[in-house]
């Protein structure tokens, strides 16, 4: 069953009466109700277009949320082979909200971690929402520092409202925990590649994706809040977040222009959820490319091409 968004109700309705017709027919013997149902097909995928064709910022939140959209879980079990999880930071705990291990990418030994949300209520209550712990920055910090020592690319997949704002978080040094993740992305000297896939939500986002390069799928988000806390910072009200997700210029259109993101991953029409293999497919042509750019780099110039380009931020939109 599709789950559609607010703005998607006028499509939910039209593709929910020619999946009617279909049903009536399948239960009907001799009933011909294609010409009719293909009509309304036609309708839904002109109406589908005219939504998608240019997104407003808070639309593209809701895109980005999608339940159905994939997840970091899907892209490793088809993009990467031979995936061995690894747990725990070696100090605290395992944090399911991160997810990351050694892989196979197109048969190149490599380290992945991303972010998991989870896809139903079980598994976003173990997942914790994909909102990490500070255990879950120091797992991630182990794991770059073994990829760096055996000089395995790192690919990390980020996905995240923002860090676990909670009181054991805050007690365990979250702060602390995302700043030293953030500084073991600009130490390693490995090949880093980062790909928003959802939402990617302050420090808890630029802990995993301070990269040599960074990619955003098309309608993927990322902002150092989300619009509903800062429409509850600077208005006090979070039904301002239209005008929030307006201001913070968090689409991956408006971080190209900022020197933020280096490229955009297409989607499917109506969003990753709409064909997740289709948009799976996509985010491994472009690591791949990404990864390709950087091969004959020496760690030391993957550092300070890395240090150099986060210098540089923001100074190709000071102008507009």
């Known amino acids: 069953m599709t789950n559609y968004l607010d703005f998607e109700k006028p499509l939910a309705e039209i593709e929910g009466k020619a999946e009617e017709l279909r049903a009536m027919a399948r239960s009907t013997q001799g009933m011909d109700v294609e010409a009719e149902a293909g009509g309304l097909d036609r309708k839904a995928a002109d109406m589908l277009r005219d939504l998608y064709k240019d997104l407003s ?27 061995t999880p690894l747990a725990g930071d070696r100090n605290f705990a395992d944090d399911h909200a991160v997810m990351g291990g050694l892989a196979r990418f197109n048969d190149v030994p490599v380290m992945v971690i991303g972010h998991e949300k989870g896809n139903d209520t079980k598994s976003r209550l173990e997942r914790n929402f994909g909102m990490a712990r500070p255990e879950g920055y120091r797992k991630a910090i182990r794991l770059m520092d073994m990829a760096h020592r055996f000089g395995l690319p790192v690919i990390t997949l980020v996905d995240t409202p923002g860090a676990y704002p909670g009181k054991g978080a805050e007690e365990r040094g979250q702060s602390e925990a995302i700043a030293r993740s953030t500084e073991m992305c600009l130490r390693i000297g490995v090949p880093l590649v980062s790909v928003i896939i959802g939402e990617g939500g302050s420090g808890g986002a630029v802990a995993f994706a301070t990269a040599n390069r960074v990619a955003m799928l098309e309608h993927s988000v990322y902002s150092v809040i989300s619009p509903e806390g800062c429409a509850s910072i600077l208005w006090k009200d979070s ?26 991953i297409d989607e499917p029409l109506g969003g990753a959820h709409r064909d997740p293999d289709a948009s799976i497919a996509a985010v491994g042509v472009a690591v791949q490319s990404m990864l390709d750019e950087m091969a004959d780099k020496s760690p030391k110039a993957l550092i300070r091409d890395r240090r150099e380009k986060y210098l540089r931020l923001g100074s190709k939109g000071l102008a507009a």
């Open 57 to 83: 910022p808070w639309r593209k939140c809701q895109v980005a949320r999608h339940p159905d959209r994939p997840h970091c879980r899907h892209y490793i079990d088809t993009l990467f082979t031979e995936y």
């Open 239 to 264: 039904e301002k977040m239209r005008e929030a997700a307006e201001a913070l210029r968090l689409t991956a259109q408006d971080l190209i222009k900022l020197g933020v993101a280096d490229r955009i």
